[in-house]
């Protein structure tokens, strides 16, 4: 039973340090929720493992996914892999606009912060679309990297902008 509250802490500060940096507009002492069917948690190792509809959710962030699986060898977050039907990220960017993410599998590397995604990648900014095999995200730059897709092509779709929010129209 200690060993299970040491590193449910351990995970807990680990996330922490990464969350706030995957969102705009973050707030570091906002508490973060993990939400799982099933949980197993190696410190020795340094992984923990969620499985069944897992989320987490810090402020406006929400990741889901089948399983989430935590690298944190030596209790420094490595990364984060989400698999399953579609892993998904929902946050907001420095604009304050909508950023969600899906694909097959989602890792998420602290450094950056980024996320790469493979399998039906797709990444939404506000209403611009992205898609292909494998997509890498920086959330913090708000850029991002596409290899081709299904179609054999990357497929971007961007949204007409309101004239009057770039100041055209008076």
Do not use: C
């Amino acid at each position: 039973m200690f060993r299970t509250d040491i590193s449910k802490r351990l995970l807990l500060t680990l996330l922490l340090a990464w969350m706030p940096a995957a969102h705009g507009q973050h707030n570091p002492d906002l508490p973060i929720r993990i939400e799982a069917d099933r949980a197993n948690l190696d410190d020795q190792r340094g992984v923990s493992v969620y499985q069944g509809n897992v989320t987490i959710t810090q402020g406006d962030t929400v990741i889901t996914g089948d399983e989430v699986t935590v690298h944190a060898p030596d209790r420094q977050l490595e990364r984060m892999v989400s698999e399953g039907r579609l892993a998904t990220l929902t946050t907001r960017d420095e604009s304050n606009r909508e950023v969600r993410a899906e694909a097959r599998r989602m890792e998420f590397f602290p450094d950056g912060p980024r996320v790469a995604l493979t399998g039906e990648a797709r990444v939404w900014q506000g209403d611009d679309e992205f898609r292909g095999s494998r997509i890498v995200y920086n959330l913090e730059a708000a850029t991002l990297e596409a290899s081709t897709g299904d179609t054999g092509r990357v497929e971007a779709i961007f949204a007409p902008r309101d004239r009057s929010e770039d100041g055209d129209t008076p």
